[in-house]
Structures are given as C-alpha cells and as structure tokens.
C-alpha cells in the first residue's frame, strides 16, 4: 500500500518537534527540526536541492540509530541555505515509512503524556 498526501492534505498534519526523525536522501542524512505526516523541516542539509524539486527519501529512523530503508516522494517546498535547513512535502510514503512515522506519532504521544 502506498499513501498519497496531496496538496490540499499538506497542511492537516500538526507538526512536532519530538521525537527527531532522521531521513535520509540524496546521499545524505539529515535530523528533523520538526516533522508529521505530511512533510518536515530539516536541519543542517547542504545539498543542491530547489523549491518545486522532487526527489526520494531512502531511509528513515531515530536520530542516531538503525535507519530503515523506505521508498517516499517528496517535493523540496523551501530552502534556507543560511540556516543549512530545507523544508519538505511528503506525496507518497510506503508501508515501512507508514509505519516507523505511526511509531514515531505513538512516541510523541506518550511524550505528552508523561510530561
């Protein structure tokens, strides 16, 4: 099963700041300044990727941990090279990546939870 997040989905998802999320595109891995379903913002991304760009998401996971290879498109929405950060949309995201980011959601919550 492959999820499709349209445009008019993009700004349904509440984004969070914990836990990070590590992705990994491009020959390169990035930790997340926040995240959700429908897309993140990165932090310390260097790359050569433009607004309007898209490009796949090989691997997720925690930050410094095990990374899980996925299969998501995604479309470059902006980049602050100044601040090293690239914020990002997700379009389709695969089974394994659904299920490490319901994971991550359940992680959240029991982050609110227990204050």
């Not at 700004?11 to 995240?35: A, K, M, Y």
């Amino acid at each position: 099963m492959t999820t499709d997040y349209g445009e008019q989905d993009r700004r349904r998802h509440e984004r969070g700041t914990v836990p990070i999320l590590s992705v990994q595109f491009d020959g390169q891995t990035c930790d997340t300044v926040n995240w959700s379903f429908g897309g993140f913002m990165t932090d310390g991304y260097g790359g050569v990727l433009t607004p309007g760009a898209l490009f796949t998401i090989e691997a997720i996971g925690s930050a410094g941990d095990n990374m899980v290879p996925v299969e998501i498109r995604a479309r470059v929405v902006r980049v602050k090279p100044e601040d090293r950060q690239l914020v990002v949309s997700l379009l389709t995201v695969d089974d394994r990546a659904y299920d490490v980011l319901q994971e991550f959601m359940t992680q959240r919550m029991e982050m609110l939870r227990d204050g």
